[in-house]
Nanobody
Framework: QVQLVESGGGLVQPGGSLRLSCAFS????????MGWYRQAPGRQRELVAE???????IYADSVKGRFTISRNNAKNTLYLQMNNLKPEDTAIYLC???????????WGQGAQVTVSS
């Protein structure tokens, strides 16, 4: 078991920046992927960015060049730096970790990001 706690959400104007953090309750060394998803009202949850244990990162096309996923192993924390935010980025952002071969997934409670003038 592992608990995930997101922080750093809030209200920002279009073009602004935010950094989300996801703190893990313990050191994770055997994960398969860590990532960020988001869910907007009336829409399905979608992958935003993900990092594999080998270091490969993937991004949704809509955030490429604007968002950066990173992790600090010493602090057991995953980050999502979001720049040049757009109103369509408004959503609840959820942190996720996935293990293999079990396929188990753990989720944080979510952080609200609102982009509005």
């Amino acid at each position: 078991q592992v608990q995930l706690v997101e922080s750093g959400g809030g209200l920002v104007q279009p073009g602004g920046s935010l950094r989300l953090s996801c703190a893990f309750s313990r050191n994770i060394i055997n994960y398969y992927t860590m990532g960020w998803y988001r869910q907007a009202p009336g829409r399905q949850r979608e992958l935003v960015a993900e990092v594999y244990s080998g270091g490969t990162t993937i991004y949704a096309d809509s955030v490429k060049g604007r968002f950066t996923i990173s992790r600090n192993n010493a602090k057991n924390t995953l980050y999502l730096q979001m720049n040049n935010l757009k109103p369509e980025d408004t959503a609840i952002y959820l942190c996720n970790v996935r293990f293999m071969p079990s396929g188990s997934r753990f989720w944080g409670q979510g952080a609200q990001v609102t982009v509005s003038s």
